[in-house]
Protein backbone atom coordinates (compact mmCIF):
# COMPACT_ATOMS: atom_id res chain seq x y z
CA UNK A 1 0.00 0.00 0.00
CA UNK A 2 1.21 3.13 -1.23
CA UNK A 3 0.68 6.67 1.45
CA UNK A 4 1.99 10.36 0.64
CA UNK A 5 2.36 12.00 2.99
CA UNK A 6 2.65 16.37 3.21
CA UNK A 7 3.55 18.09 5.92
CA UNK A 8 5.08 21.76 6.13
CA UNK A 9 1.44 24.07 6.04
CA UNK A 10 0.75 26.62 8.62
CA UNK A 11 -0.51 30.12 8.72
CA UNK A 12 2.12 32.70 7.42
CA UNK A 13 1.81 36.47 6.95
CA UNK A 14 1.79 38.24 3.04
CA UNK A 15 4.72 38.20 1.40
CA UNK A 16 6.03 35.11 3.55
CA UNK A 17 7.30 31.78 2.53
CA UNK A 18 6.88 28.12 3.69
CA UNK A 19 7.95 24.62 2.22
CA UNK A 20 5.91 21.91 1.81
CA UNK A 21 7.37 18.44 1.43
CA UNK A 22 5.66 14.88 0.73
CA UNK A 23 7.39 11.87 1.08
CA UNK A 24 6.00 8.68 -0.62
CA UNK A 25 5.91 5.32 1.67
CA UNK A 26 5.24 1.92 0.47
CA UNK A 27 5.28 0.23 -2.59
CA UNK A 28 6.50 2.79 -4.92
CA UNK A 29 9.87 2.93 -6.64
CA UNK A 30 9.54 5.33 -8.86
CA UNK A 31 7.07 7.63 -10.47
CA UNK A 32 6.05 9.61 -14.35
CA UNK A 33 5.57 12.94 -12.50
CA UNK A 34 4.93 15.00 -9.25
CA UNK A 35 2.50 17.52 -8.84
CA UNK A 36 1.20 19.80 -5.96
CA UNK A 37 -2.13 20.92 -6.37
CA UNK A 38 -4.45 23.52 -4.24
CA UNK A 39 -7.85 23.80 -3.53
CA UNK A 40 -9.29 26.71 -2.09
CA UNK A 41 -12.49 26.69 -0.04
CA UNK A 42 -15.88 26.83 -2.89
CA UNK A 43 -13.50 26.24 -5.97
CA UNK A 44 -12.29 23.12 -7.69
CA UNK A 45 -9.11 21.76 -7.12
CA UNK A 46 -5.81 23.30 -9.11
CA UNK A 47 -2.83 22.44 -10.90
CA UNK A 48 0.11 24.48 -9.00
CA UNK A 49 3.23 22.80 -10.21
CA UNK A 50 4.80 19.83 -11.92
CA UNK A 51 7.72 17.73 -12.23
CA UNK A 52 8.26 15.02 -14.23
CA UNK A 53 10.99 11.64 -13.99
CA UNK A 54 13.08 13.43 -16.74
CA UNK A 55 12.75 16.99 -14.63
CA UNK A 56 10.52 18.52 -16.97
CA UNK A 57 8.97 21.51 -14.66
CA UNK A 58 6.16 23.66 -14.79
CA UNK A 59 3.87 25.95 -12.91
CA UNK A 60 0.76 27.99 -12.87
CA UNK A 61 0.67 31.48 -14.28
CA UNK A 62 -0.65 32.53 -10.96
CA UNK A 63 2.59 30.82 -8.50
CA UNK A 64 5.83 30.91 -11.41
CA UNK A 65 8.22 33.20 -10.15
CA UNK A 66 6.96 32.46 -6.28
CA UNK A 67 7.21 28.59 -6.05
CA UNK A 68 9.74 26.12 -6.55
CA UNK A 69 9.26 22.43 -7.09
CA UNK A 70 11.89 20.04 -6.64
CA UNK A 71 12.79 16.53 -5.70
CA UNK A 72 14.19 15.01 -2.79
CA UNK A 73 16.53 11.97 -2.26
CA UNK A 74 16.36 8.48 -2.37
CA UNK A 75 12.95 8.34 -1.30
CA UNK A 76 9.64 10.09 -4.09
CA UNK A 77 9.98 12.87 -1.94
CA UNK A 78 8.85 16.31 -3.76
CA UNK A 79 8.76 20.03 -2.03
CA UNK A 80 7.64 23.30 -2.77
CA UNK A 81 9.30 26.19 -1.98
CA UNK A 82 6.86 29.08 -1.53
CA UNK A 83 7.78 32.44 -1.28
CA UNK A 84 6.10 35.52 -1.58
CA UNK A 85 2.86 34.33 -0.27
CA UNK A 86 -0.29 35.87 -0.79
CA UNK A 87 -3.78 35.66 0.32
CA UNK A 88 -4.72 34.16 -2.37
CA UNK A 89 -2.59 31.27 -2.31
CA UNK A 90 -5.03 30.16 0.70
CA UNK A 91 -5.88 26.63 0.32
CA UNK A 92 -5.23 23.24 1.16
CA UNK A 93 -2.24 21.76 -0.58
CA UNK A 94 -2.49 18.65 -2.07
CA UNK A 95 0.63 15.78 -3.42
CA UNK A 96 -0.08 13.64 -6.51
CA UNK A 97 2.21 10.99 -7.48
CA UNK A 98 1.77 9.33 -10.94
CA UNK A 99 2.87 5.79 -10.29
CA UNK A 100 3.53 2.80 -13.03
CA UNK A 101 0.07 1.85 -12.43
CA UNK A 102 -1.99 4.05 -10.71
CA UNK A 103 -2.75 7.78 -9.56
CA UNK A 104 -2.14 8.63 -5.42
CA UNK A 105 -2.66 11.58 -3.47
CA UNK A 106 -1.77 12.71 -0.48
CA UNK A 107 -4.22 13.81 2.58
CA UNK A 108 -3.17 17.54 1.90
CA UNK A 109 -1.88 20.27 4.53
CA UNK A 110 -3.72 23.58 5.06
CA UNK A 111 -1.80 26.81 4.17
CA UNK A 112 -3.35 29.99 5.04
CA UNK A 113 -1.91 33.08 4.26
CA UNK A 114 -3.47 36.83 6.61
CA UNK A 115 -3.07 40.14 4.91
Known amino acids: QVQLVESGGGLVQAGGSLRLSCVAS????????MSWYRQAPGKERELVAT???????NYSDSVRGRFTISRGGAKITIYLQMNGLKPEDTGAYYC?????????WGQGTQVTVSS
Open 96 to 104: NVVGPSKNY
Open 51 to 57: ITSGGII
Open 26 to 33: GSIFSAYA
